[in-house]
Every structure is written in structure tokens, then in C-alpha cells.
């Protein structure tokens, strides 16, 4: 089994940044894919970033593309979104999750966390 637990949301303005931050525990999540979804109210989750196990790859959403960054750090399990440059339509709860294969549909990743509310304001 597979537990993910996210931490750093909150509320902030635009233009500020915040750093996400999601702890994973239970059999072999070094070796996983994690990623980062986001779902707007009235809007289907989206795929926001995700990072291969060993943190050489990364893919990103082409809304967040040079102002988000995701890392891991692999001895802590742990994954991050750092987020620059927040613009009110960033207004979502972020959603970590794992799995096996490196892609942006929901379907690629069996374990989800609860999400964490990140609110920008304008």
C-alpha cells in the first residue's frame, strides 16, 4: 500500500509563489513516478507536472511551463511543485499522486493523496 500526504497550500496573491510539498510512504515509491494534478471548482483534474523516479525527467503542463518546477528528494521520499508567478486561474486543490509510468492521464497513476487547496488571489 501506498500513502501520500500533501502539505503547503494556502492562500497568496498574484505573483507570489508557494512550494507543495508531498511525502510518500509504503512499499517502493523510490522507484515510482510521482506527479502533481489540479482540479478548479466546476473543472475536471488536470495533469499539472510529474518527475520519473530517478528525477532526470519531468513533464509539465503547457499552463505552468516556466513558472512551475517539480523535484524529489529520493532518500526522503518526497516530492515538491515549486510555484512561481501564481495567477488567480492557479486556484485549485493540487493533488499528488504515484505510479508506475512517466504520463499526463489520470490513469497512469493508481495511488492519490487527499490534495492540499492552493487560492491566488488577484
Known amino acids: 500500500q501506498v500513502q501520500l500526504v500533501e502539505s503547503g497550500g494556502g492562500l497568496v496573491q498574484a505573483g507570489g509563489s508557494l512550494r507543495l510539498s508531498c511525502a510518500a510512504s509504503?512499499?517502493?515509491?523510490?522507484?515510482?513516478?510521482m506527479g502533481w494534478f489540479r482540479q478548479a471548482p466546476g473543472k475536471e483534474r488536470e495533469f499539472v507536472a510529474a518527475i520519473s523516479w530517478n528525477g532526470i525527467i519531468t513533464n509539465y503542463a503547457d499552463s505552468v511551463k516556466g513558472r512551475f518546477t517539480i523535484s524529489r528528494e529520493k532518500y526522503k521520499n518526497t516530492v515538491y511543485l515549486q510555484m512561481n508567478s501564481l495567477k488567480p486561474e492557479d486556484t485549485a486543490v493540487y493533488y499528488c499522486?504515484?505510479?508506475?509510468?512517466?504520463?499526463?492521464?489520470?490513469?497512469?497513476?493508481?495511488?492519490w493523496g487527499k490534495g492540499t487547496l492552493v487560492t491566488v488571489s488577484s
Open positions: 499522486a504515484a505510479g508506475p509510468s512517466l504520463g499526463e492521464k489520470e490513469a497512469y497513476y493508481p495511488y
Open positions: 509504503g512499499r517502493t515509491t523510490s522507484s515510482y513516478v
